[in-house]
């Protein structure tokens, strides 16, 4: 066998994944080669360090755990982004909605009446100010 053949098949042999005969042929060559000795400590020190950098593979129970707890911390962060989304929504609409309030329509044919709404339409805002400057002092 040449050293080409025998290198491409070093990675079966390590694995004893090959027939007696080849096994044979191929501890012959790597004791007479020191090419192919050299491939062949190589590849072994790839796989004890490939050894060694495994990760550690975590048990059912933890993976378990640590699903759960992601899916739930998902969902709850989900549904906190909707509610606070809602609220702030809310709160801007109410907000419009008190900054755009709509002004009766003054009923021009009656001063007094016009006054009146008025009045009771501002009624809020006198209060609020009332109790601003009660606050003040
Ligand atoms: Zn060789």
Not at 68 to 81: D, E, N, P, V
Not at 119 to 129: C, D, H, K
């Amino acid at each position: 066998m040449d050293c080409r053949r025998i290198q491409r098949i070093l990675a079966d042999y390590i694995e004893d994944n090959l027939s007696q005969d080849t096994t044979k042929a191929i501890e012959a060559h790597l004791r007479a080669c020191e090419v192919c000795a050299q491939e062949y400590h190589r590849l072994l020190r790839v796989g004890d360090l490939l050894r060694q950098w495994a990760p550690e593979v975590p048990t059912h129970s933890l993976w378990m755990a640590v699903r759960g707890r992601l899916a739930f911390g998902h969902r709850r962060r989900r549904w906190w982004r909707y509610g606070a989304g809602a609220a702030a929504a809310a709160l801007l609409g109410i907000a419009i909605w008190a900054m755009n309030r709509p002004t009766p329509p003054p009923p021009l044919h009656d001063a007094q009446a016009f006054y009146k709404v008025h009045e009771e339409w501002s009624l809020p805002l006198q209060i609020s100010r009332r109790i601003t400057l009660l606050e003040e002092r």
